[in-house]
């Protein structure tokens, strides 16, 4: 166990982990627990993961408070209270500061430090893992916790160079905020961050104009204080609820049994959405469990909510617009909002459908778009990510033979269990590509993670060996089962993120593991009970 910086600016570790998000810091901890040397890179000046870059106004998390926290200490969670049902992107970046003050992780985390490469060295068997700042680290182990959408993407519009406004991306956001008080204000897209950011930008703006591709499905978020019995309730149960939750396919403890729409009669199957749309009892894609595996019952639930905006937007013109049809409800990543709707209502808030109007060029004074200019002082991007593997392409990643991770991910991305490629030892991945990943509540995905990853290092560490890589055999199978397992679902009938459909160019393939949080965690325990199987060691 070696943490040293010799002459020739190299520090050596046993694990170089990338990324201070939700696992890479729990990473860190448990293996430091365990006794390994373990260096941190972070390209931010905080931690915090995508949490720490997306400032916009009315970011908030989408999974409720009580559950998107970390269940791995109980000391840690009895230490914090959430003020919201769904917290703020501020309240949660102050609790994972909370998280590395507590455990001690700062010493061991190096800020402002982006990896441009990982290179293995296989007489060695190590990593060299070099920086912007041209330090290399070295580890014989390293882990990217690098995030599933955290490489953000502004489209390529021509004339964005010669705009004379203000343009920003809601996943890189200026740490001083922005004001948007007296101006005219472009979103460009409507996923959840431009859903949460606009309501609130049309109550600043003097004119928002919104920019939508695709309609998205949304309902309401209903947030609201948590009461101090809900949060000391939480807190007293927290580890069955959590141990509960890892066993779910959602890794909710909030997850119940619900019967097929076939199974309801249509006034009670109604009442159960009301009720969902109201924010009681389960969400509205979880009222039924078939809601993403049959047709029919998809289309009831999607039906419901275009009611809803046909009923809450009073233009039919524009409740026309805004009604997301020819793509199933839940296959494209559904949003949480507050007032969005009704913001269409407001004099100060048009709509463009860019499908119908579509963007011909930006200019030095705002967007073209249907042979009309709209006149802009900013031009805000809501326009996501390179999801899922675009943080890992942005990093020259050598494997064996020098072989690239670009090159072996040209045809997709291909893992063992999430955790591996083939051609890449010594390698980890976390909640990303063939994991559950944001399918089921993130933060119970890698604490699964981590604690297999820790557990096998632990276990090469007793055994005497030093490198794991995951056999192409065993890579190849979970890639058929994960796709299987999303073809058999109505997940894979819409352009999504998911699928790598909104980066022109990317292969179509279905990324995270649709299986469920119980599956996949029997799975890779299975796979460690076995000896590891699927993995060869040296
Ligand atoms: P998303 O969900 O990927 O949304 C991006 C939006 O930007 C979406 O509406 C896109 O339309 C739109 N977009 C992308 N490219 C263009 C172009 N060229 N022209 C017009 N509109 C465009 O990203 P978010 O940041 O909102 O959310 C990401 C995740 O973060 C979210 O799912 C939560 O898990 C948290 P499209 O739908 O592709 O037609």
């Not at 039906?303 to 009073?314: C, M, N, P, T, Y």
């Not at 808030?349 to 011909?360: C, F, K, Q």
């Not at 560490?461 to 199978?477: S, Y």
């Amino acid at each position: 166990m070696t943490d040293e910086t010799n002459g020739a600016g190299v520090s050596r570790f046993d694990v170089v982990i990338v990324g201070a998000g939700f696992s890479g810091l729990y990473m860190l901890h448990r293996l430091r627990r365990s006794g390994f040397s373990v260096r941190l890179l972070e390209a931010g000046s905080g931690v915090g993961g995508t949490w720490f870059w997306n400032r916009y106004p009315g970011c908030r998390c989408d999974i409720e408070s009580l559950e998107y926290q970390y269940g791995f200490d109980d000391e840690v969670q009895r230490g914090w209270t959430w003020s919201e049902k769904y917290a703020t992107q501020p309240e949660i970046r102050a609790y994972m500061e909370y998280v590395a003050d507590k455990l001690d992780l700062n010493r061991d985390i190096q800020l402002e430090t982006r990896v441009t490469s990982a290179v293995y060295d296989e007489d060695a068997r190590q990593w060299a893992v070099a920086t912007d700042g041209g330090t290399t680290f070295t580890g014989r182990f390293c882990v990217m916790a690098t995030g599933s959408l955290s490489a953000t993407r502004i489209p390529e519009f021509s004339g964005l160079e010669s705009f004379q406004g203000r343009n920003y991306h809601t996943g890189d956001w200026p740490s001083d905020g922005v004001d948007f008080t007296g101006r005219r204000v472009a979103v460009i897209g409507t996923g959840s961050s431009g859903i949460q950011l606009i309501p609130i930008a049309a109550q600043q703006a003097e004119h928002l104009t919104v920019f939508q591709r695709t309609p998205n499905f949304t309902f309401p978020a209903g947030n609201r204080p948590i009461a101090k019995e809900e949060m000391d309730n939480v807190r007293s149960n927290f580890t069955e609820l959590r141990d509960f939750a890892h066993r779910t396919r959602s890794g909710s403890f909030n997850e119940s049994d619900t019967e097929p729409l076939a199974d309801h009669d249509r006034a009670e199957a109604l009442a159960l959405l009301e009720r969902a749309w109201n924010c009681q009892g389960p969400r509205l894609l979880s009222c039924f469990p078939d809601t993403m595996v049959n047709p029919e019952t998809n289309d009831f639930v999607a039906e419901f909510v275009r009611g809803k905006i046909r009923e809450i937007v009073q233009n039919p013109e524009l409740a026309r617009k805004l009604t997301p049809v020819g793509y199933p409800i839940g296959a494209k990543r559904a949003a949480l909002d507050t007032n969005y709707y009704d913001t269409f209502n407001r004099p100060n808030t048009t709509l463009v459908d860019v499908r119908e109007e579509p963007i011909e060029r930006i200019t030095p004074g705002g967007i073209l778009a249907g042979g009309k200019e709209y006149a802009l002082d900013d031009i805000v991007f809501a326009t996501g990510y390179d999801a899922m593997t675009g943080a890992l392409s942005r990093i020259d990643i050598r494997g064996r033979a020098d072989v690239t991770l670009a090159e072996r991910w040209k045809a997709g991305p291909k893992t063992y269990l999430g955790l591996q490629v083939a051609g890449f030892p010594n390698l980890f991945m976390m909640a990303g590509a063939g994991s559950p990943s944001v399918l089921a509540i993130v933060i119970r995905v890698s604490e699964q993670n981590v604690e297999w990853i820790s557990q096998c290092l632990e276990a090469m560490r007793v055994k005497g060996v030093t490198e794991i890589e995951a056999l192409p055999d065993a890579e190849e199978a979970w890639g058929r089962h994960v796709s299987d397992v999303a073809h058999a679902t109505l997940f894979v009938r819409a352009d999504s993120w998911y699928l790598g459909a909104n980066v022109p160019g990317k292969p179509r393939v279905f990324m995270p593991y649709v299986g469920g949080l119980n599956r996949y965690s029997d799975a890779c325990e299975k796979a460690a009970a076995d000896g590891y199987s699927g993995f060869a060691f040296t």
